[in-house]
């Protein structure tokens, strides 16, 4: 059998493990900021919704019931600013990550064909591409890429990990380009409710994609907005024919949300007010970190919107690393996302107000 595996990269957690015992062995524990799972609790009227929908003996469409596709378009309409999502334009997904590390499989991408997203990424991206047997390639600016054989086009703005935001105008430029050459763009946005210091766009955006969905979709996940990472809650909006195309995969790989989950996620789209109240969580801690990585010498670049903060002491990553592994506090070496990362440290502020009161403490003693 050959290895499918052996064309992936190496996992990198496990190289983090040292470091992990050492904040570990901290008398006031680790403080763990190196990963961006939410801490809080999960909204009540979604866990309501969940608990709600408990009898469900039959199977869950691909395509989700019709009010959970009611559901995900309006809330494009109302948050994206995008206009006329039709149920055709929406696709439920089994959270976002399978779908990134399936797409190109899942379109029909293989050897010869190129696959491009960010220098600096969250690296599924990466895995999807090699999971296809396509070629990888990694941009600084996508419109300086060479459009032959590039079939898939990612964008991610937020950007997981250094928290950049695209403008409208860059993104007006990359879809331009983009449909020009023919390349198909999808955009990962899935933390385009969480801008602090910028307003997030959509590429469904009227004034970014002209008011045609044409050869663009966007991914959107519930996972950080809604605190429903353990629940698998994602989507695809956007272009009819790619998201058609995908849904009769789909359909034949029995890639299902499941009926209790198609539930919560409807009632989680309906409701705005949990979003501000964990933003607000985010906001705290974010400005407490950020202040106190500052005067402990680290600097922080972009860091404008998502979870995390992308800090540097102009030094190889693993050595800050190291350090704060010493103060309990364990972050994310930069390299993970890319060697451009290799002097940047990923901390991410999803801990708890205690957690991250602790790290402020540590870093300011
Ligand atoms: C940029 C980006 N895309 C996708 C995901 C996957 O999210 P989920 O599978 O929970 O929807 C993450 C998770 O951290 C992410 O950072």
Redesign the pocket.
């Known amino acids: 059998m050959p290895s499918v595996s052996s064309r992936l990269p190496v996992f990198p957690w496990d190289r983090l493990e040292p470091y992990k015992a050492t904040a570990a062995a901290h008398p006031g524990g680790i403080v763990d900021l190196s990963v ?1 799972t939410p801490v809080d609790p999960v909204p009540q009227l979604v866990q309501r919704a969940m608990a709600d929908a408990t009898d469900r003996p039959g199977y869950p469409t691909v395509w989700g019931t019709s009010e959970l596709r009611d559901a995900v378009a309006g809330w494009c309409e109302r948050r994206l600013g995008a206009v006329g999502v039709g149920h055709r334009n929406v696709l439920p997904v089994v ?4 779908l ?1 590390a399936w797409l190109p499989v899942q379109l029909g991408l293989g050897p010869g064909d190129r696959v491009a997203y960010p220098r600096l990424a ?1 690296p ?1 991206y990466e895995v999807g591409a090699r999971l296809a047997g396509a070629e990888p390639v990694v941009y600084d600016s996508p419109t300086e890429l060479d459009p032959t054989g590039l079939k898939l086009l990612w964008l ?1 703005s937020p950007s ?1 990990p250094t928290g950049r935001v695209l403008s409208l105008r860059e993104l007006r430029e990359i879809v331009e380009w983009a449909r020009q050459h023919g390349v198909l763009v999808f955009s ?1 946005e ?2 385009l409710e969480l801008g602090w210091e910028a307003e997030p766009v959509s590429v469904l955006h009227p004034e970014v994609c002209g008011g045609s969905f044409e050869g663009l979709v966007s991914v959107h ?1 519930l ?1 950080k907005r809604s605190n429903l ?1 353990g629940y ?1 809650a ?1 989507f695809a909006a956007g272009d009819a024919e790619v998201l058609e195309e995908l849904l009769l995969v789909r359909k034949h790989g029995g890639m299902m949300t499941p009926a209790p989950v198609q539930a919560a996620m409807i009632a989680a789209l309906g409701d705005d007010d949990h979003v501000a109240q964990q933003r607000a969580r985010y906001a705290a801690r974010r400005e407490g970190l950020r202040g106190a990585l500052s005067r402990c010498g680290l600097a922080t670049e972009h860091s404008e919107a998502s979870l995390y903060l992308w800090a540097t002491r102009d030094e190889p990553c693993w050595d800050t690393v190291g350090a704060l592994a010493e103060r309990g506090i364990l972050v994310a070496p930069g390299d993970f996302y890319g060697p451009a990362g290799e002097r940047f440290v990923r901390v991410a502020f999803t801990a708890t107000d205690e957690r991250v009161a602790e790290a402020v403490r540590r870093l300011e003693s």
């Open positions: 961006g959270g976002s990550k399978e990134v969250y599924t991610n997981n990962d899935c933390y996940s996972s990472a698998r994602a």
